[in-house]
C-alpha cells in the first residue's frame, strides 16, 4: 500500500469549482475524483464547457477572482494546493508542474523575445543560476523541441515564428524546469493536421525521455488514442467516465462517451461508418438537473435518469462509469 500510495502524484477528491457571473452561479465542476500516478499520461476528454480546463486551472491556481472553489481536495505529491498562498504557488508553478495553453499567440508575451521570456522562466525557480547558464539552458530546451536555429530564434518575438514554432516554444517552456506534472490544454487546436501529429509525437517523446506524468486536455478522443495511458471523460462538471484507454476505447460503457467515439472520425480506411453526432445541446450550467447531467441527450435515458444522479459502477479495476444502465448489480457490461 505504501509503495502504491508513493507512486501516486496527483489526487483530486470531490472538488466543486463555480463561477459568479452577472446571471447566476455557474457550475463549472461538480465533485470530480481521480487520481494521477507518476509517469502517467492522462486523457481529460470532454466537449467545450464540460469543465475541463477549469480544473486544470485549480490544480496551477490560475482561477479568475470570481471563481470559487466551493469544496474538495487537490493534493499534489502529497502537499495540499488549495492550502497554498498566491507566493506559495509562483515557486510552484513551473518547478512542480508546468502547463502549455491553447493558443501560443495569446500565452506568450508579444513585447519580449522567446530567449527573455525562456530564460525568466528558469531564473524566477533558479536564483543561483547565471545569465549566461540560462541562455545556453534555453537553446537547449528549443533544440530539444526541435526547433531550429535556436539562437536565431532566441532573439526573435512570437509574431515572428509559425503557430507550429510558438507551440514548441510553449513546450519548451513548460518543461524547462523539469517538472513532475506536465498539463496540455488543447496544445493542438490551433494547429493544422499536419504540425497536430508534429506537436503530439514531441509531447510523447518529451514524456517518454523525462518521465514526467502528463494530463492531455482534449475535447477529441481520437487524438488520445496514442498517447494517453488512462482516460477521464467530462460532461456537465462531471465525471461521466474513467478507466484505461484500452477500456474506454473496446469496452466503452457510458452513452456519452459512445456518442464522442460515433462523432470521431475513423483513420481505418475500410470503415465506413457514418459519424453519428450526440443529439441535442449541452446542459445550462446554471441550472443543473437533478438527475445525470446527460439524460436529456441521451438515446437510452429512462425516467430514474431524470430523477436521480447515477451510481458508480466499476466494471474492472480502474474502469467506472456513472450511469444507471449498470445500476443495481447491472454490472454484466451488455451495453459495452
Not at 68 to 90: A, H
Not at 108 to 118: A, D, E, H, K
Not at 175 to 188: F, N, R, S, V
Request: a negative charge; aromatic letters at 6%.
Amino acid at each position: 500500500m505504501d509503495k502504491e500510495q508513493n507512486n501516486v502524484l496527483l489526487e483530486v477528491e470531490d472538488l466543486h469549482v463555480s463561477f459568479a457571473t452577472p446571471v447566476g452561479q455557474v457550475n463549472a465542476v461538480n465533485g470530480i475524483s481521480y487520481t494521477l500516478h507518476r509517469h502517467e499520461v492522462m486523457g481529460i476528454v470532454g466537449e467545450s464547457g464540460s469543465g475541463k480546463t477549469v480544473e486544470a486551472l485549480t490544480i496551477m491556481g490560475l482561477l479568475g477572482t470570481n471563481a470559487t472553489v466551493d469544496s474538495g481536495s487537490i493534493r499534489f505529491d502529497g502537499q495540499e494546493l488549495l492550502e497554498k498562498s498566491e507566493k506559495d504557488y509562483v515557486t510552484f508553478r513551473g518547478k512542480e508542474v508546468g502547463m502549455i495553453f491553447q493558443n501560443p499567440m495569446t500565452s506568450l508575451n508579444p513585447v519580449y523575445t522567446i530567449g527573455r521570456q525562456l530564460t525568466e522562466a528558469l531564473t524566477v525557480h533558479d536564483k543561483g543560476i547565471t545569465k549566461k547558464q540560462a541562455q545556453a539552458r534555453a537553446i537547449e530546451m528549443l533544440t530539444h523541441v526541435g526547433i531550429t536555429q535556436p539562437e536565431k530564434r532566441m532573439k526573435q518575438y512570437p509574431f515572428e515564428l509559425s503557430g507550429g514554432m510558438r507551440q514548441r516554444v510553449m513546450i519548451a517552456m513548460g518543461i524547462i524546469c523539469h517538472p513532475k506534472l506536465l498539463i496540455a490544454d488543447e496544445p493542438t487546436t490551433a494547429l493544422d493536421v499536419t504540425i497536430q501529429a508534429q506537436i503530439l509525437d514531441l509531447i510523447k517523446k518529451v514524456q517518454q525521455e523525462t518521465g514526467m506524468a502528463v494530463i492531455f486536455i482534449t475535447h477529441n478522443l481520437g487524438v488520445v488514442a496514442d498517447i494517453c495511458d488512462s482516460v477521464t471523460v467530462m460532461y456537465a462538471g462531471h465525471i461521466v467516465e474513467q478507466g484505461s484507454a484500452r477500456d474506454i476505447f473496446y469496452h466503452t460503457k457510458h452513452p456519452y462517451t459512445q456518442g464522442l467515439l460515433r462523432s470521431t472520425p475513423s483513420i481505418d480506411p475500410d470503415n465506413n461508418e457514418r459519424l453519428i453526432p450526440i443529439p441535442g445541446e449541452p446542459v445550462n450550467l446554471l441550472a443543473l438537473p437533478d438527475g445525470c447531467p446527460f439524460a436529456r441527450r441521451c438515446t437510452q435515458c429512462m425516467e430514474k435518469c431524470l430523477a436521480e444522479k447515477p451510481p458508480k459502477t466499476e466494471f474492472s479495476p480502474g474502469h467506472i462509469a456513472y450511469c444507471w444502465l449498470y445500476g443495481e448489480g447491472k454490472e454484466d457490461g451488455t451495453h459495452g
